[in-house]
């Protein structure tokens, strides 16, 4: 069965760069009819927060991306600890004890001779005497897993046939000093005891990958496919890593944009597809194919999400709207013609809000100085009400014949005086709802 996961920590709200991460597991495991699973990686106790979890939960169901099953690692370390045993019994995890300022000047001395810094093993070598001493001197120690030094080889479902050299990677931490569990051996147990079967994350962590991989295979698990989709910048290039704050979801939600037209534009960023906007999450998956995506950086800008929530609200069918289009007080006689005039002028959907005030309360007139004489004159020729879609038209002829005014001149001021506004919907549509003009 395909298994999937999307696996946050909830050391803070989830961005844009996550939901690629968790829209492509999500995807994935959907059109193969398989199971998604939200895993919270949160095996740091002073960082991770409830409120976290709550909020990545929220998030993720605003997009509608459902999960079948919800699991913490930090519910699971009894598990992590018998894994570490295993390890341990086959010499394959072994105890350090460099502080982290031993560790950096290593780094440093090895990088000053054009070393790749990698860690040097010494503490491998240490005899069980050496090893008490130095544990009875400076506590218990952080715990290694002992690479293979050959070369690791995927392939990779985005970024093709890869290898890396082991001996290029330090052997991997997996516990440190203070007994806490790093995500590399919790994730390595959680995907193997809940069978995941493809594995898509950042490109950040090919390296973890190649180390999880001799990880897997020690412990006797089965591997996943990986893919490795590329990071984000933003749309000059620019590394986005600083402005993620700036792109929480939650922070896209409250600014209007429709979880649709987010899903559209992320299932096709950085492929050969066009970006096309997709209004159901069944034709989200069945127009999703990881293989079309590519290796080199992916721009995002976040104003191109804006066109495509517009597009979407624009196609909002009546039936959808009519509970909201009820709560603002349209009245259900006039609520189809409203929404129709109103649907193709807007960008968020709260914007109807304002188009309903407009025909219910009629606008601050917008008169420019030059225009006020004809302005006054063609209210003398504005039609009793009730108005309907034939009214614009024939005000329009009167005033026109009356003043020698037509085109922009004649329109734009009619316009301006009646919405207070240079653009906005089809003046013959609107004006049957417009119920009250302030001229
Ligand atoms: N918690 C990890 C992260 O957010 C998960 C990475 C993974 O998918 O394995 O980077």
Redesign the pocket.
Known sequence: MTTTRF???PTGYIHIGNLR?ALFNYLIARKAGGQFILRL?DTDPERSKQEYVDGIMEDLEWLGLTWDRVEKQSERLEHYEAAADELRKMGRFYECFETPVELDLKRKKQLNMGKPPVYDRSSLALSEAERDALRAERGAGHWRFKLDQQRIEWKDGILGDLSIDAASVSDPVLIRGDGQFL?TLA?VCDDIDYGVSH?V?GSD?VTNTATQIQIIQAMGGTLPSFAHHSLLTGPQGEALSKRLGTLALRDLRASGLEPMAVLSMMARLGSSEPIELRVSMDELIEGFDLSKFGAAPTKFDVEDLKPLTSKYVSGLPYATMADDLRALGVPDAIATDFWDVARDNMDVRSDVEQWWTLCRDGAEPLIDAEDAEFVAQAKTLLPEAPWTTETWGQWTKAVKAETGRKGRGLFMPLRKALTGMQHGPDMSRLMPLLSKVNL
């Open positions: 696996a946050p920590s991460t990686d995500y994730s594995v994350r962590h």
